[in-house]
């Protein structure tokens, strides 16, 4: 990808030496200086996310990279014992040693009535963590696919916001 020495420098500014902060009520932390990264919230923020990834990608008939915002995930379906083409996109992958990956996880979903446990999936020779639940882009999946912790959580939420509102009530805001 061709990028012009100008704009470069400019993300290059963008993305280093931004100072930092916490403040809580009259109290202020520190100032850090941060060089990693994406200021969080900005527009531009998804937009060089993928640019970042713009070279991982991978899509076959059983696989498929999908990448939102800052997520990125590979889905497919492994049928009759064929895992290799998913191991071997996994294990392989060129772009995860080059670009540092922060939470890697797998998740598998069987549906066999005798799921024979697998062997751990590895990348660059490190293995990846199993789990048997995920939250992703703000919905928990799990290995049975069961919908009852998205459910308890929306739950516990709308309790929140409910216990919130009356609060409010209480301090005559709404007439």
Same mark, same amino acid.
């Given at each position: 990808?061709? #990028?012009?020495?100008?704009?470069?420098?400019?993300?290059?500014? +963008?993305?280093?030496?931004?100072?930092?902060?916490?403040?809580?009520?009259?109290?202020?932390s520190d100032m850090v200086m941060s060089?990693?990264?994406?200021?969080?919230?900005?527009?531009?923020?998804? /937009?060089?996310?993928?640019?970042?990834?713009?070279?991982?990608? +991978?899509?076959?008939?059983?696989?498929?990279?999908?990448?939102?915002? $800052?997520?990125?995930?590979?889905?497919?379906?492994?049928?009759?014992?064929?895992?290799?083409?998913? %191991?071997?996109?996994?294990? $392989? /992958?060129?772009?995860?040693?080059?670009?540092?990956?922060?939470?890697?996880?797998?998740? #598998?979903?069987?549906?066999?009535?005798?799921?024979?446990? &697998?062997?751990? #999936?590895? !990348? *660059?020779?490190?293995?990846?963590?199993?789990? %048997?639940? +995920?939250?992703?882009?703000?919905? +928990?999946? $799990?290995?049975?696919? $069961?919908?009852?912790? *998205?459910?308890?959580?929306?739950?516990?939420?709308?309790?929140? %916001?409910?216990?919130?509102?009356?609060? &409010?009530?209480?301090? *005559? !805001?709404?007439?």
């Amino acid at each position: 990808m061709r #990028v012009d020495a100008p704009l470069v420098s400019w993300i290059t500014n +963008y993305l280093t030496g931004r100072p930092q902060y916490v403040r809580l009520q009259n109290c202020v932390s520190d100032m850090v200086m941060s060089n990693t990264g994406v200021p969080q919230g900005t527009v531009l923020s998804p /937009f060089l996310f993928t640019i970042y990834t713009s070279d991982f990608r +991978y899509n076959s008939v059983s696989y498929h990279l999908l990448k939102f915002s $800052d997520d990125a995930a590979i889905a497919g379906c492994i049928s009759e014992g064929r895992e290799a083409e998913y %191991r071997g996109i996994v294990n $392989d /992958f060129e772009w995860c040693g080059l670009n540092p990956l922060h939470k890697t996880k797998e998740l #598998v979903v069987d549906f066999r009535r005798r799921g024979t446990p &697998l062997s751990p #999936v590895s !990348i *660059n020779g490190v293995d990846v963590q199993f789990t %048997r639940e +995920y939250k992703y882009l703000g919905v +928990y999946l $799990d290995s049975k696919l $069961d919908w009852s912790r *998205n459910a308890e959580a929306l739950y516990k939420k709308g309790q929140s %916001r409910l216990y919130l509102l009356r609060r &409010l009530r209480s301090f *005559n !805001i709404c007439s």
